[in-house]
T-cell receptor, first 111, second 116 residues
Framework: GENVEQHPSTLSVQEGDSAVIKCTYSDSASNYFPWYKQELGKRPQLIIDIRSNVGEKKDQRIAVTLNKTAKHFSLHITETQPEDSAVYFCAANNAGNMLTFGGGTRLMVKP | GAVVSQHPSWVICKSGTSVKIECRSLDFQATTMFWYRQFPKQSLMLMATSNEGSKATYEQGVEKDKFLINHASLTLSTLTVTSAHPEDSSFYIC????????????FGPGTRLLVL
C-alpha cells in the first residue's frame, strides 16, 4: 500500500519568513496530493491540492510543487503570519481514492 | 466548500458501554464516507470506508465487530464503538468526498471520545 513520509515534524519560523514542508510517497500510481491544515481540536481543512498532470500550483501565499519522478511534493508558505501556526498534513491517494496521510508538521510562526 | 457535520462533538462514557457517532453530509450526497481515528499529536489513521447500501471496508488491524459502521442513506454514516474501553479514547473524524472529485475529502468537525 501507499506510504507517505513527511518532514520536518516540527518547524519554527519567524513571522515573515518562508516555511517549506516536504513529503515523499511510495505508490507511483498516486495522482492526487492534498494538503490539510489542522488547528488544535479542529477538523483538517483543505488548503491546496495538486494533481499529477501539473508540477506546481499556487494560491496567494501558498504553493505546492510535485516531482513525480522522484515521488515527492512540497508545501511552500511565504510571508508567514502567526495565524499560519497549526499542524499541516500532506496526503496521497491510492486505490479506491482513499487518502494516506503523512505524520504531520507542527508549524510555529513566532511574531 | 462542502459541509460535513458530526454528532456528538464530545462524549464521555463508562467502560463497557457503546457509543454511536453520526456523520452527515449537509449539502451533498456521499455514497462513500471515511472514518479516521486520531490520537494526540499523531496523524489521521483511516479505520474504514463506509459504503452506502453495502458493507464497510475495514483497514487492517481494525476490528469490524468492535467498530460497527452503517451507511443507511446518501447523507448519513454512523460509527458505533461497541464495549468501549479506555484505549478507545481518541478523536474520531469522518470525511466525505464531493461529487465527481472523489479524492477531495471534506472533514467533519470530529468527535472526542473519552472512556473512563
Amino acid at each position: 500500500g501507499e506510504n507517505v513520509e513527511q518532514h520536518p515534524s516540527t518547524l519554527s519560523v519567524q513571522e515573515g519568513d518562508s516555511a517549506v514542508i516536504k513529503c515523499t510517497y511510495s505508490d507511483s500510481a498516486s495522482n492526487y496530493f492534498p494538503w490539510y491544515k489542522q488547528e488544535l481540536g479542529k477538523r483538517p481543512q483543505l488548503i491546496i491540492d495538486i494533481r499529477s498532470n501539473v508540477g506546481e500550483k499556487k494560491d496567494q501565499r501558498i504553493a505546492v510543487t510535485l516531482n513525480k519522478t522522484a515521488k515527492h511534493f512540497s508545501l511552500h508558505i511565504t510571508e508567514t503570519q502567526p495565524e499560519d501556526s497549526a499542524v499541516y498534513f500532506c496526503a496521497a491517494n491510492n486505490a479506491g481514492n482513499m487518502l494516506t496521510f503523512g505524520g504531520g508538521t507542527r508549524l510555529m510562526v513566532k511574531p | 466548500g462542502a459541509v460535513v457535520s458530526q454528532h456528538p462533538s464530545w462524549v464521555i462514557c463508562k467502560s463497557g458501554t457503546s457509543v454511536k457517532i453520526e456523520c452527515r453530509s449537509l449539502d451533498f450526497q456521499a455514497t462513500t464516507m471515511f472514518w479516521y481515528r486520531q490520537f494526540p499529536k499523531q496523524s489521521l489513521m483511516l479505520m474504514a470506508t463506509s459504503n452506502e447500501g453495502s458493507k464497510a471496508t475495514y483497514e487492517q488491524g481494525v476490528e469490524k465487530d468492535k467498530f460497527l459502521i452503517n451507511h443507511a442513506s446518501l447523507t448519513l454514516s454512523t460509527l458505533t464503538v461497541t464495549s468501549a474501553h479506555p484505549e478507545d479514547s481518541s478523536f474520531y473524524i469522518c470525511s466525505a468526498p464531493l461529487g465527481g472529485l472523489q479524492e477531495t475529502q471534506y472533514f467533519g468537525p470530529g468527535t472526542r471520545l473519552l472512556v473512563l
